[in-house]
């Protein structure tokens, strides 16, 4: 491993796959040598981590530079050097300058064949933001091609600095579902930090945490629940599918960790992910009653402003005791029918929708906004004309 440039630390996680077979690969190959990838995580002021797959074992070099150099000259600052691997692969780049643009790109060796990714880019967290937006969505099982529709539009159509799925991303836990899942997500996720939350099917058998970066905080791996900031924003993702009653130990040693990170964020904006929503007019009483008891004391107390969840396939926007919950399940899963019963509370509600969520900060407030994709009425889907928020609504830091 050869590093050019002595004034940055890069510390690359290699989680080997075991090749299976007695079969030995060819040097020279006609498909690409990855999976999927290179997919961008946690960010923070002077980092960003970065994940991906290959294969078969290969070499590849990794170079990154300022985006303002590389835009100039199309010449790579840093360039780092590894030999052969293979399986998932997870990198994090350190001393970055904070609030800067860079571009990178991996080159992958075999025989006399070059095979490069297209160039990402990524802009590290400026601590003095006050102005930025991020992109929320979930509910991606299943229906790929919707997925890429909206993950697609989320790219082309917003400039969200960030985006966070809030669970659900495949219906189960393969290789070959979370292969779907990244071909889905790819472009956006090669331009953008992206941070997810465990939805029910998520995590049964590891895949889900090699396959991301995701900020730290407690349980598997330092992954399972994580926060973050971002400018006057504190995020915090927390896994929503823990039983009170056969993971009742998880469930509390997140609660209490979900105690001390909220009384340390006392001044900021705090936004919150979980996959499974508090209330939803499909709960035969409109709340979680797993949940609600040991979350929503903890919210209140400490303040949080905005829930974000989307294990129920539809939109539903509900405030509650100060709080706006908002379930954004309309990410390409199959959707729910309309209920007959309504949540008190209910702001706003739509079945039928694929869409996604802008969060945008700006002279203190939060102004959120769910933009729509396209109606799905059986088989056919129908764009959204316009694409202008179907809902809207603004939290001040005053609150």
């Known amino acids: 491993m050869s590093n050019t440039a002595n004034r940055q630390f890069v510390l690359l996680v290699l989680v080997m796959l075991v090749l299976v077979g007695s079969g030995s690969v060819t040097a020279a190959q006609s498909t690409p040598p990855w999976s999927w990838g290179p997919i961008l995580g946690a960010i923070s002021e002077d980092s960003v981590a970065l994940t991906w797959n290959t294969i078969r074992s290969i070499g590849f070099d990794f170079s990154y530079s300022l985006a303002q150099i590389y835009d100039s000259t199309e010449e790579w600052e840093e360039t780092l050097t590894y030999e052969g691997h293979l399986g998932v692969a997870e990198i994090w780049l350190h001393d970055l300058l904070p609030g800067t643009t860079y571009r990178f790109q991996l080159v992958f060796y075999e025989g006399d064949a070059v095979y490069p990714t297209e160039i990402g880019t990524f802009r590290t967290i400026d601590p003095g933001a006050r102005s930025f937006s991020f992109a929320v969505y979930g509910a991606t099982a299943s229906h790929p091609d919707r997925h890429k529709l909206v993950a697609n539009i989320i790219d082309e159509q917003t400039n969200a600095s960030l985006v966070i799925h809030c669970g659900g991303l495949v219906e189960y836990p393969t290789e070959e579902r979370f292969e779907n899942f990244f071909w889905a997500m790819s472009d956006l996720g090669r331009t953008r930090p992206y941070l997810t939350v465990i939805g029910e099917h998520d995590r049964d058998d590891g895949l889900y945490f090699e396959n991301f970066a995701l900020p730290s905080g407690g349980g598997m791996r330092d992954e399972q629940w994580w926060s973050f900031d971002y400018g006057p924003i504190h995020f915090v993702g927390l896994d929503s599918t823990l039983s009170a009653f056969t993971e009742n130990a998880a469930m509390q040693e997140q609660t209490a960790w979900l105690r001390q990170d909220l009384a340390s964020a006392q001044d900021q904006l705090i936004v919150v992910f979980t996959a499974d929503p508090l209330y939803s007019a499909s709960y035969d009483s409109g709340e979680n009653e797993r949940l609600l008891p ?106």
């Open 294 to 399: 040991i979350w929503e004391p903890l919210f209140l107390q400490y303040g949080v402003d905005v829930v974000f969840s989307s294990s129920i396939h539809c939109y539903e926007h509900v405030y509650a005791h100060g709080i706006h919950y908002v379930v954004s399940g309309g990410g390409g899963a199959g959707l729910v029918a309309s209920p007959s019963r309504i949540v008190p509370g209910t702001v706003f509600r739509r079945y039928g929708l694929l869409h996604y969520i802008v969060g945008t900060v700006a002279d203190g407030a939060l102004r959120i906004e769910a933009i729509p994709v396209a109606s799905i009425n059986g088989d056919i889907l129908t764009l959204s004309a316009s694409g202008r928020s179907i809902d809207t609504f603004i939290v001040h830091t005053e609150q």
